[in-house]
Protein backbone atom coordinates (compact mmCIF):
# COMPACT_ATOMS: atom_id res chain seq x y z
CA UNK A 1 0.00 0.00 0.00
CA UNK A 2 0.90 3.87 -0.08
CA UNK A 3 2.05 3.98 -3.30
CA UNK A 4 2.37 7.28 -4.93
CA UNK A 5 2.98 7.87 -8.86
CA UNK A 6 4.33 10.98 -10.78
CA UNK A 7 3.59 11.73 -14.37
CA UNK A 8 5.48 12.18 -16.78
CA UNK A 9 8.74 10.57 -15.69
CA UNK A 10 10.88 12.66 -18.10
CA UNK A 11 9.77 15.57 -20.16
CA UNK A 12 11.84 17.94 -22.47
CA UNK A 13 10.18 21.16 -23.30
CA UNK A 14 10.99 24.35 -25.31
CA UNK A 15 11.97 27.58 -23.43
CA UNK A 16 9.01 29.65 -22.74
CA UNK A 17 6.82 26.96 -22.56
CA UNK A 18 4.85 25.48 -19.41
CA UNK A 19 4.90 22.08 -18.35
CA UNK A 20 2.53 20.47 -16.01
CA UNK A 21 3.30 17.54 -13.93
CA UNK A 22 0.91 14.95 -12.16
CA UNK A 23 1.18 13.46 -8.35
CA UNK A 24 -1.53 10.46 -7.78
CA UNK A 25 -2.12 9.02 -4.65
CA UNK A 26 -2.58 5.23 -5.71
CA UNK A 27 -4.73 3.73 -2.48
CA UNK A 28 -5.09 6.27 0.13
CA UNK A 29 -6.60 10.00 0.17
CA UNK A 30 -3.56 12.34 0.36
CA UNK A 31 -5.13 15.30 2.34
CA UNK A 32 -1.01 16.73 2.05
CA UNK A 33 0.90 16.52 -1.22
CA UNK A 34 4.11 18.16 -0.94
CA UNK A 35 6.43 19.33 -4.05
CA UNK A 36 10.31 18.83 -3.64
CA UNK A 37 13.30 19.99 -5.96
CA UNK A 38 16.26 18.07 -6.43
CA UNK A 39 19.20 19.31 -8.60
CA UNK A 40 21.73 16.93 -9.79
CA UNK A 41 23.73 15.53 -6.78
CA UNK A 42 22.00 17.66 -4.22
CA UNK A 43 19.54 17.61 -1.58
CA UNK A 44 15.72 17.82 -1.94
CA UNK A 45 14.36 21.22 -0.74
CA UNK A 46 11.00 21.86 -0.12
CA UNK A 47 8.60 24.17 -3.03
CA UNK A 48 5.56 23.81 -1.51
CA UNK A 49 2.88 22.04 0.73
CA UNK A 50 -0.83 22.20 -0.67
CA UNK A 51 -3.66 20.44 0.74
CA UNK A 52 -6.95 19.46 -0.79
CA UNK A 53 -9.39 22.23 -1.69
CA UNK A 54 -7.28 25.16 -0.53
CA UNK A 55 -4.31 27.16 -1.77
CA UNK A 56 -0.78 26.14 -1.60
CA UNK A 57 2.08 26.92 0.80
CA UNK A 58 5.09 28.16 -1.13
CA UNK A 59 8.70 27.97 0.99
CA UNK A 60 10.87 31.52 0.96
CA UNK A 61 11.91 32.05 -2.21
CA UNK A 62 10.03 29.72 -4.45
CA UNK A 63 7.89 32.00 -6.88
CA UNK A 64 4.38 30.76 -6.69
CA UNK A 65 2.65 32.31 -10.13
CA UNK A 66 5.91 30.81 -11.36
CA UNK A 67 5.26 27.20 -9.77
CA UNK A 68 1.46 26.26 -9.98
CA UNK A 69 0.41 24.02 -7.35
CA UNK A 70 -3.48 22.44 -7.67
CA UNK A 71 -4.85 19.92 -4.75
CA UNK A 72 -8.33 19.42 -6.71
CA UNK A 73 -8.70 15.85 -4.83
CA UNK A 74 -8.06 13.69 -2.83
CA UNK A 75 -5.60 11.88 -4.79
CA UNK A 76 -4.29 14.30 -7.74
CA UNK A 77 -2.11 17.41 -6.99
CA UNK A 78 -0.49 18.94 -10.00
CA UNK A 79 2.84 20.89 -10.77
CA UNK A 80 2.79 23.82 -13.29
CA UNK A 81 6.03 25.23 -14.28
CA UNK A 82 5.18 28.53 -16.10
CA UNK A 83 7.07 30.04 -18.95
CA UNK A 84 10.05 27.27 -18.21
CA UNK A 85 13.52 28.34 -18.59
CA UNK A 86 16.66 26.25 -18.66
CA UNK A 87 17.36 26.99 -14.79
CA UNK A 88 14.49 25.72 -14.40
CA UNK A 89 15.73 22.24 -15.23
CA UNK A 90 15.40 19.87 -12.08
CA UNK A 91 14.32 16.73 -10.75
CA UNK A 92 10.97 17.11 -9.06
CA UNK A 93 9.32 15.19 -6.46
CA UNK A 94 6.07 14.68 -4.88
CA UNK A 95 5.12 13.15 -1.50
CA UNK A 96 1.76 12.50 -0.16
CA UNK A 97 0.71 11.84 3.74
CA UNK A 98 -2.67 11.06 4.81
CA UNK A 99 -2.85 12.89 8.32
CA UNK A 100 -5.26 12.06 11.15
CA UNK A 101 -4.21 8.09 10.00
CA UNK A 102 -2.13 5.34 11.37
CA UNK A 103 0.89 6.76 8.61
CA UNK A 104 0.00 10.28 9.98
CA UNK A 105 3.77 10.62 10.48
CA UNK A 106 5.22 9.44 7.06
CA UNK A 107 5.27 10.69 3.65
CA UNK A 108 5.38 8.67 0.48
CA UNK A 109 7.41 9.80 -2.23
CA UNK A 110 6.69 9.47 -6.31
CA UNK A 111 9.21 8.12 -8.34
CA UNK A 112 10.22 11.84 -9.85
CA UNK A 113 9.98 13.61 -12.78
CA UNK A 114 13.10 14.98 -15.01
CA UNK A 115 12.76 18.25 -16.26
CA UNK A 116 14.39 19.26 -18.97
CA UNK A 117 14.59 22.85 -20.03
CA UNK A 118 16.34 23.54 -23.53
CA UNK B 1 13.73 27.13 11.01
CA UNK B 2 15.34 24.07 11.20
CA UNK B 3 18.59 22.67 10.00
CA UNK B 4 19.83 19.33 9.41
CA UNK B 5 23.60 18.24 8.89
CA UNK B 6 24.94 15.32 7.44
CA UNK B 7 29.04 16.06 7.49
CA UNK B 8 29.89 12.90 5.51
CA UNK B 9 29.47 13.65 2.09
CA UNK B 10 30.82 9.87 0.78
CA UNK B 11 31.57 7.02 2.91
CA UNK B 12 32.84 3.68 2.16
CA UNK B 13 32.58 0.33 3.66
CA UNK B 14 33.74 -3.05 2.77
CA UNK B 15 30.57 -5.71 2.22
CA UNK B 16 29.45 -7.78 5.49
CA UNK B 17 30.90 -5.03 7.48
CA UNK B 18 29.32 -2.07 9.77
CA UNK B 19 29.15 1.29 8.86
CA UNK B 20 27.37 4.32 10.79
CA UNK B 21 26.37 7.79 8.86
CA UNK B 22 26.08 10.83 10.66
CA UNK B 23 23.38 13.38 11.03
CA UNK B 24 22.84 16.64 13.66
CA UNK B 25 20.08 18.67 13.41
CA UNK B 26 19.21 21.62 15.03
CA UNK B 27 15.58 22.92 16.47
CA UNK B 28 13.86 25.19 19.40
CA UNK B 29 10.78 21.93 19.11
CA UNK B 30 10.77 19.78 22.01
CA UNK B 31 9.08 17.08 20.00
CA UNK B 32 9.64 16.03 16.38
CA UNK B 33 9.99 13.29 13.88
CA UNK B 34 13.54 12.22 12.58
CA UNK B 35 14.40 9.72 9.48
CA UNK B 36 16.47 8.31 7.21
CA UNK B 37 16.26 8.02 3.69
CA UNK B 38 17.38 5.92 0.82
CA UNK B 39 17.85 7.20 -2.46
CA UNK B 40 19.37 4.86 -5.33
CA UNK B 41 20.42 5.13 -8.42
CA UNK B 42 16.61 5.04 -9.89
CA UNK B 43 16.01 8.44 -7.56
CA UNK B 44 12.91 6.42 -5.59
CA UNK B 45 13.19 8.29 -2.04
CA UNK B 46 12.91 5.23 0.23
CA UNK B 47 11.86 5.25 3.85
CA UNK B 48 14.65 3.68 5.75
CA UNK B 49 13.91 4.11 9.68
CA UNK B 50 12.12 6.81 11.84
CA UNK B 51 12.62 7.90 15.34
CA UNK B 52 9.68 9.87 17.07
CA UNK B 53 11.78 12.15 19.78
CA UNK B 54 9.38 11.64 22.36
CA UNK B 55 10.55 7.79 22.32
CA UNK B 56 14.01 7.37 24.19
CA UNK B 57 14.08 3.78 23.21
CA UNK B 58 16.37 3.83 19.34
CA UNK B 59 14.51 2.62 16.43
CA UNK B 60 15.57 -0.41 14.62
CA UNK B 61 14.48 -1.93 11.38
CA UNK B 62 16.24 -5.43 10.82
CA UNK B 63 20.09 -4.58 9.85
CA UNK B 64 19.37 -0.53 10.35
CA UNK B 65 19.78 1.17 13.55
CA UNK B 66 20.07 4.34 14.64
CA UNK B 67 21.60 6.35 17.38
CA UNK B 68 18.98 8.92 18.57
CA UNK B 69 20.66 11.65 21.18
CA UNK B 70 18.53 14.40 21.80
CA UNK B 71 20.61 16.43 24.24
CA UNK B 72 22.98 15.90 21.31
CA UNK B 73 20.84 16.41 18.69
CA UNK B 74 22.28 13.81 16.47
CA UNK B 75 21.11 10.65 14.96
CA UNK B 76 23.45 8.72 13.10
CA UNK B 77 22.36 5.47 10.96
CA UNK B 78 23.84 2.33 11.40
CA UNK B 79 23.82 -0.25 8.67
CA UNK B 80 25.02 -3.98 10.15
CA UNK B 81 26.10 -6.71 7.44
CA UNK B 82 26.45 -4.07 4.56
CA UNK B 83 25.42 -5.57 1.25
CA UNK B 84 25.70 -4.25 -2.25
CA UNK B 85 22.18 -3.23 -2.35
CA UNK B 86 22.68 -0.15 0.17
CA UNK B 87 24.94 1.53 -2.20
CA UNK B 88 23.04 4.47 -2.61
CA UNK B 89 22.56 8.27 -0.61
CA UNK B 90 21.50 8.33 2.26
CA UNK B 91 19.50 11.58 3.46
CA UNK B 92 18.37 12.64 6.89
CA UNK B 93 15.48 14.45 7.58
CA UNK B 94 13.60 16.08 10.05
CA UNK B 95 10.10 16.71 10.56
CA UNK B 96 7.77 19.17 12.75
CA UNK B 97 5.16 17.79 14.82
CA UNK B 98 2.72 20.28 13.56
CA UNK B 99 0.67 20.52 10.74
CA UNK B 100 -0.46 23.02 8.28
CA UNK B 101 0.91 25.93 6.13
CA UNK B 102 4.00 24.07 5.29
CA UNK B 103 4.96 22.79 8.49
CA UNK B 104 4.97 19.00 7.84
CA UNK B 105 6.99 19.19 5.14
CA UNK B 106 10.85 17.37 5.45
CA UNK B 107 14.14 19.22 5.73
CA UNK B 108 16.59 17.33 4.54
CA UNK B 109 20.49 17.18 5.03
CA UNK B 110 22.86 17.34 1.87
CA UNK B 111 23.12 13.47 1.75
CA UNK B 112 26.11 11.24 2.34
CA UNK B 113 26.90 8.52 -1.10
CA UNK B 114 27.54 5.17 0.60
CA UNK B 115 29.70 2.92 -1.53
CA UNK B 116 29.86 -0.74 -0.85
CA UNK B 117 33.35 -2.32 -1.61
CA UNK B 118 32.46 -5.62 -2.19
Known amino acids: GAVVSQHPSWVICKSGTSVKIECRSL??????MFWYRQFPKQSLMLMAT?????????EQGVEKDKFLINHASLTLSTLTVTSAHPEDSSFYIC??????????????FGPGTRLTVL | AQTVTQSQPEMSVQEAETVTLSCTYD???????LFWYKQPPSRQMILVIRQEAYKQQNATENRFSVNFQKAAKSFSLKISDSQLGDAAMYFCAYRSPYSGGGADGLTFGKGTHLIIQP
Open chain 1, 27 to 32: DFQATT
Open chain 1, 50 to 58: SNEGSKATY
Open chain 2, 27 to 33: TSESDYY
Open chain 1, 95 to 108: SAREPGTAIDNEQF
